[in-house]
Each structure stands twice: as structure tokens, then as C-alpha cells.
């Protein structure tokens, strides 16, 4: 995910993140919606399942790529100022790494309470 | 009829103004390019603009017409609202009244090598294309570089230095798309990179202003195509 020389990749890992969190999405609310009465035993249940855990794991994977790549366009088109750029860029960065980490730790706890 | 035109003179002027002028008896039919050139030769021999053919081939007189950016050559009158509100095309530095300096268009043009690259030797009859391979070439070669496209699109706005254009992509796709040219490689891999190709967001300001109807998103698009092709 670096910042120079990623162009295609960037748009294609963009495109490629947005129909799988479309899917993710979609199936996240068809089962909400059809699931009588939601609760936490339910809840985790459905969270502790590997399929919906790994799935889990690559939405939160794909979200902080897709966030990732959003960001950074944004920054360069609208903010001129190198150093400004520069050090927006680095911000976000942190910010992306340090809620993955903390998204990791709830879905690792998720995996070992069941 | 109104006319609003963007004025400015470095030599006398220290902030560019906005000066209205009033045309009697216009023709129906009269283009853009004919009203100014009568304001000129009428009221006021100092304004300046840049034209030549008056037919839309040249490309000379892009200008920003009601808030659009188009040629005034192929511009009717008729179809403008009152008053005829006139600026430069937006982005590039003023020289003097509509007149910009396209200097960094220009370069940016350069930048994807818009001419044929043959690596095989040349053959002593010219390099022949079937007329399937020379349809490809329809839409992209009748750019006339006026820089309507590239000076509506923020991008270029934006980062006019390290976006190359709608213009010069436009271009650049125009020498991929052909049968004779050899440096597919080296056309690709100097578009990489987040700035060059890729701060083109396909909104699309470009196709809507062409004055040739010609469609630079779909020549960008086509552009990603092919590189997504020979990643894989």
C-alpha cells in the first residue's frame, strides 16, 4: 500500500474490496433481518462460526484497504501542499493500522470465548 | 445582445475585471468567434483572443462560454443565454484577456509520446492496417487539442504538473489502440503510478465539453483495461 507507484493496484484492489463488502453487507443484513429475535447467544454463535469469522476478517481487511485508497486519493487531489500531504497521509495511516489491530483483538476473542 | 468578457492586460491592469459590451443587429446563425471578432473591430481593438480557422479544426479559440468550456467558432450565438458571460479557459495562467498559456498542457501531451513507435525495420511500403484494426482509431484521432476536456476536469486543475489530462490520455490510448505500434510495455508502465492515469475519477466533465464529441473517460477506461490485461 505504498503511495507512490501503486496506481493500478490501488484501483484495482478498490473495485475488487467494494463487490466483496457489497456481498458481506448484503448477507449481513438479509440475516439480521431474518432472524426472529436477535441475541447475544445468537449473535455470537453466528460471529464464532469460522466461515462468518473469516469472512469477518476479510470485510475488516478490505474495508482498511478500501478506506486506504480512498483516503489517500482524496488527500491528493485536494490537498496541494507536500508536507500538509505527507503528513495527513502518515495520520490516516496510524488511524487505519491502530483500528485493525483493535478489530483483530475483537475478533480473536470472539474465536477463543466459544 | 450582452456580451460579459473577462479582461486583463498584465502590463496595465493589477486584477483581472469583468467589462459588458452590447451587439446590435446580430444575424441569426452568427457563431461566437464572429460576435467577438465584431466587439473587437467595433468597440474595442485591445480585446484579445486567440483564433485562426473558424471552423472547429484548429483548436485555437477554447474558451469558457456561459461557465462551459467550448470553441466559439462552432458556438451559435442563438443557443446562448443573455448575457454572454466570457472567461478563459480555467486552470492554466491568463497571458492576457481569454489568451492562456497552454505550456503545461503541451508537456503533458509530449509526456505520452504521441507518435508511432516501431521497433521491427521500417518496411519500404508503408505499414498497412486491415480496416478492423484502423476502425480502432476512429474517436480518438480527430482530437484537435484545444484543451476544452483537460481545463474542465478538477483533477488537471488540481495537480496539472503529475495528472496528465483527459487530452493527452485521450491520446496516449490513441497509440495503444494501434495495430503498429510496438511499445505497448513502455506506454503502459509509464502510466503507472497513483498520479499520471489514476487521478482520473470518471466524472466525466471532459465528454460533456468536447467539442468534437469525443469521449476521453471511455479512452481512460480502455487504457485500465489493457493494463489490468497484461498484469494478470
Given amino acids: 500500500m505504498s503511495y507512490q507507484a501503486k496506481g493500478l493496484q490501488a484501483w484495482f484492489l478498490q473495485r475488487v474490496s467494494a463487490v466483496f463488502m457489497a456481498c458481506y453487507i448484503i448477507f449481513f443484513i438479509w440475516f439480521f433481518l431474518n432472524t426472529e429475535q436477535m441475541t447475544y447467544p445468537i449473535w455470537l454463535n453466528w460471529f464464532s462460526h469460522p466461515l462468518m469469522n473469516i469472512a469477518t476478517g476479510l470485510f475488516l481487511v478490505q474495508l482498511v484497504i478500501h478506506a486506504w485508497v480512498g483516503m489517500r486519493d482524496i488527500v491528493l487531489d485536494y490537498i496541494p501542499n507536500d508536507a500538509v500531504r505527507l503528513i495527513t497521509l502518515t495520520c490516516i495511516g496510524f488511524f487505519l493500522i491502530a483500528s485493525s489491530l483493535e478489530m483483530i483483538r475483537i475478533l480473536f476473542s470472539l474465536s477463543f470465548n466459544v | 445582445m450582452r456580451f460579459t468578457l473577462y479582461r486583463f492586460n498584465p502590463e496595465t491592469d493589477s486584477e483581472p475585471y469583468m467589462k459588458d459590451y452590447e451587439l446590435l443587429n446580430i444575424e441569426p446563425g452568427t457563431m461566437l468567434r464572429d460576435a467577438l471578432l465584431r466587439i473587437k473591430n467595433e468597440q474595442d481593438e485591445s480585446l484579445s483572443f486567440r483564433h485562426s ?7 485555437s479559440d477554447g ?13 451559435s450565438v442563438d443557443s446562448l443565454k443573455e448575457p454572454v458571460t466570457i472567461r478563459p479557459l480555467p486552470g492554466m495562467p491568463v497571458i492576457r484577456d481569454l489568451i492562456i498559456d497552454m505550456t503545461q498542457f503541451f508537456t503533458q501531451y509530449h ?24 476502425d480502432k482509431l476512429d474517436g480518438l484521432y480527430e482530437c484537435i487539442l484545444c484543451g476544452c476536456c483537460s481545463m474542465s476536469c478538477p483533477s488537471f486543475w488540481w495537480n496539472p504538473d503529475k495528472f496528465l489530462g483527459p487530452a493527452a490520455l485521450l491520446q496516449s490510448w490513441r497509440f495503444l489502440a494501434d495495430s503498429r505500434d510496438q511499445a505497448t510495455e513502455e506506454r503502459l508502465e509509464a502510466l503507472e503510478g497513483p498520479y499520471k492515469l489514476f487521478r482520473c475519477h470518471s466524472i466525466m466533465n471532459c465528454v460533456d465539453v468536447c467539442p468534437k464529441q469525443l469521449n476521453p473517460t471511455k479512452a481512460i477506461g480502455n487504457i485500465k483495461k489493457l493494463m489490468l490485461k497484461n498484469m494478470v
Avoid: S
Wanted: aromatic share 2%; net charge neutral.
Fill in chain 2, 53 to 59: 480557422c473558424g471552423e472547429g479544426v484548429c483548436g
Fill in chain 2, 63 to 75: 474558451m469558457n462560454i456561459n461557465g462551459k468550456n467550448g470553441l466559439a467558432c462552432v458556438t
Fill in chain 2, 111 to 134: 509526456v505520452v509520446k504521441p507518435w508511432l513507435i516501431v521497433k521491427d525495420p521500417i518496411p519500404d511500403v508503408e505499414l498497412k492496417q486491415t480496416p478492423e484494426q484502423r
